[in-house]
């Protein structure tokens, strides 16, 4: 029967997908706070904060992941510390997920309208005020469907997690190759996972999009 | 680390960067031949083959790269398909890049206004004038900043070919970490290299863009 490798160990496949998609959810979670915290530097940080932003917008984009995965792996044991390898992977996958996650909601800022702003101080509201019910709340509306199309780079990106021995689909698919000798069955099984997900994510996206679109018109 | 480590193992870094260069210019260019022809494929009039392209383009986006690689390096031989690492790396960037690229000339294209078209039509200019003096030249200034992010992105990604053997610069600086026990500099060095090298190939790509597009600046004001 051909694909019975995979039907076979198919339970083990699902298990996998769960670990992808729960390494790459709490990566992205915890990089949508790291970039809010960049993006305001970037944004009213001044000189010195704005430009340690874009310091660190730079370096998270243009180191590749898995230079960065293997450089948090390699320096949390320099440092003595004996942390599980889904630490140094989360957290890897955060920190580069925040540099990108930093840029969409700048753009999704600069896209609200000025007189927006200018409106609220008009009204008086505080600077405060200002950020928490005008700005904020249109900048994310603005950035839902880039956002949703960042979780689906990570999750393909979360790929690259492997190598530090998360049992993940990718990790799980070499395992079935090399266990039953069947490396077409066992790699297109992973990447049907992938696709099923990626796939599921996008009509999310599509749906947000329609959705956001709809609600801001006249 | 010290530095005589980086001196005795210079060669095969050398040769290593020298891997990185070739895979991302020789896959990058296959994935933009492949790319452009997909996207032409996508305008034709047949509708199963625009289905099928659409479903190559899907499926592609939608796995990650380094299930692709496995895919083309580890499972090949069990179809008949032997393909050395190196080959099996450029090919398979190649394929990754195409459906980015194929994308990217897809939104070209569509960026050519209608009204171009018409005109061209209107004057008499045949088809394939129509295609080589309107369509593509004005697709053309649409792509070249996305193919340009395109292109950098690629770099990156030259990097997971370490992982299937390759014999490119993350390879032969993890073999060398190995081998002299410098496993936290190795990957030091190799983040402010890559660091470095796509920011350089950044700016070099900015500048290429500005050129390109410098006409429409020109004609851009009221004549």
């Known amino acids: ?218 | 680390m010290s530095f005589d480590v980086l001196w005795r193992y210079a060669p095969s870094l050398i040769s290593g960067f020298g891997v990185t260069i070739l895979c991302w210019s020789i896959g990058s260019g296959l994935g933009l031949v492949l790319g452009a022809a997909i996207a032409l494929g996508r305008r034709a009039p047949l509708s199963p083959l625009r289905w099928l392209l659409r479903a190559y383009v899907e499926l592609i986006r939608g796995t990650p790269f380094l299930m692709q690689l496995f895919l083309l390096y580890a499972a090949g031989p069990s179809i008949g398909l032997r393909l050395s690492a190196t080959a099996a790396g450029v090919i398979g960037l190649g394929i990754y890049s195409s459906a980015y690229f194929a994308e990217i000339f897809r939104a070209g294209f569509a960026a050519v206004p209608k009204g171009q078209i018409d005109a061209a039509v209107s004057i008499g200019m045949a088809p394939l004038d129509i295609l080589w003096r309107i369509t593509l030249p004005g697709a053309l200034v649409a792509v070249v900043p996305p193919i340009v992010n395109t292109l950098i992105v690629m770099s990156k990604e030259t990097v997971v070919l370490s992982i299937i053997t390759v014999p490119e610069l993350m390879y032969q600086m993890q073999t060398m970490a190995a081998e002299t026990f410098t496993a936290f500099d190795a990957i030091f060095a190799m983040a402010v290299f890559y660091w470095l090298l796509v920011e350089v190939v950044s700016r070099l790509g900015r500048r290429l863009e500005r050129s390109v597009t410098a006409f429409m600046r020109h004609s851009a004001g009221p004549a």
């Open chain 1, 1 to 218: 029967m051909p694909l019975q490798a995979f039907f076979n160990s198919f339970g083990y496949f699902a298990q996998a997908a769960g670990v992808t998609v729960a390494v790459s959810l709490a990566g992205i979670a915890i990089g949508f706070i790291i970039g809010i915290a960049v993006c305001i530097a970037r944004v009213s940080g001044g000189r010195w904060l704005g430009g340690l932003g874009a310091v660190y917008v730079s370096v998270f984009r243009g180191v590749p992941l898995l230079v960065q995965l293997l450089f948090i792996y390699y320096f949390l044991a320099e440092l003595g510390l004996d942390v599980p390898a889904l630490v140094a992977a989360v957290g890897g996958l955060a920190l580069a997920s925040a540099a990108y996650q930093a840029e969409i909601l700048r753009g999704a800022l600069n896209a609200v309208p000025r007189g927006q702003e200018e409106a609220a101080i008009a009204f008086g509201f505080s600077p405060l005020d200002t950020w928490w019910r005008i700005l904020l709340p249109q900048a994310l509306r603005i950035s839902v469907p880039p956002l949703i199309n960042e979780f689906i780079l990570l999750l393909k990106a979360s790929s690259l997690v492997s190598v530090v021995g998360i049992a993940e689909l990718t990790r799980v698919s070499m395992n079935v190759a090399s266990s039953t000798y069947r490396p077409l069955e066992a790699y297109v099984g992973g990447g049907l996972f992938y696709l099923v997900i990626n796939l599921g994510l996008a009509a999310l996206g599509n749906l947000a999009e329609r959705r956001l679109a709809a609600g801001s018109g006249p």
